[in-house]
């Protein structure tokens, strides 16, 4: 269901029991998958390929050009998995070729209003992003991730899965798996413990994580002692592995 008001090019490609509703615009090499729904005021442009089931709701901006004044009408690209929602006003921008050209959203997100997705992101899955959270160029995020309203993520940051921000979190450095950052302190909070417990892991599993965490903060270790404990102590969990991982390949230096 098209409404007439709305304008779509002749050369997108469009799935099957898609909605579009007013005054929304689709551009040229938009794909969009099976059940979309586009709820009003919706403008998607750009090499954009959009999966099944994603709602987006009135003003989004998706598949815009970059604000990168390096970017020269390249051709870019963006790819968005399956059933995420994209709330009021959340703008997710193409990638450039001083990166992958890409810039990909995974599946089951939530970005809520007025979220910013910027060039060169990959965002993986089953994430949340609150109200105005901003994400600048080239940031790599996992998969089951929080961010507190207003939380603003500088470029090339990697945060880690099932890691939570606090509201209004400015990060500059890298945020390890499984890490609360404060949003008034600006420092590792201890564990996402209560994330991690929704999301089924056992209680001996959480311990594993409070122990890596304080040998990572809490017991005066380098960075570079803390990541030979964490080796060691991630052959005998598996739940670590993700952090060891994260830690070898940070090259910002990680929020301490």
Do not use: W
């Not at 938009?30 to 954009?48: A, F, N, P, R």
């Not at 990638?95 to 050209?101: E, P």
């Not at 809490?218 to 739940?239: P, T, V, Y």
């Amino acid at each position: 269901m098209i409404h007439p008001s709305s304008v779509i090019s002749e050369n997108a490609v469009i799935g099957k029991n898609v909605e579009i509703g007013p005054f929304c615009f689709v551009g040229d090499n938009v794909e969009l998958g099976d059940g979309c729904v586009l709820k009003s005021h919706v403008v998607i442009k750009g090499h954009s390929k959009i999966g099944k089931n994603n709602v987006f709701f009135q003003f989004c901006s998706i598949g815009e050009d970059c604000q990168d004044k390096k970017y020269a009408q390249e051709k870019t690209y963006l790819e968005i998995g399956d059933n995420n929602v994209f709330r009021e006003s959340c703008t997710v921008h193409r990638g450039t070729t001083q990166d992958l050209s890409l810039t990909r959203i995974g599946s089951r997100n939530l970005l809520m209003v007025n979220t910013h997705i910027a060039h060169d992101c990959m965002i993986g899955d089953d994430n949340i992003f609150a109200n105005n959270a901003t994400i600048a160029g080239h940031v790599h995020i996992g998969d089951f991730v929080i961010l507190g309203g207003m939380t603003a993520v500088h470029q090339f940051c990697h945060i880690g899965s099932h890691a939570f921000t606090g509201g209004g979190a400015i990060l500059l450095k890298d945020l390890p798996p499984y890490v609360m950052f404060s949003g008034i302190k600006h420092i590792p909070q201890g564990i996402n413990s209560e994330g991690l417990k929704r999301r089924g892991f056992s209680a001996e599993a959480i311990t594993k994580v409070k122990r890596a965490y304080k040998v990572l903060y809490r017991n005066g270790n380098s960075f570079d002692e803390a990541l030979a404990q964490i080796n060691s102590m991630a052959q005998d969990a598996k739940e670590l592995e993700v952090l060891q991982e994260f830690l070898e390949k940070a090259t910002r230096g990680i929020a301490r």
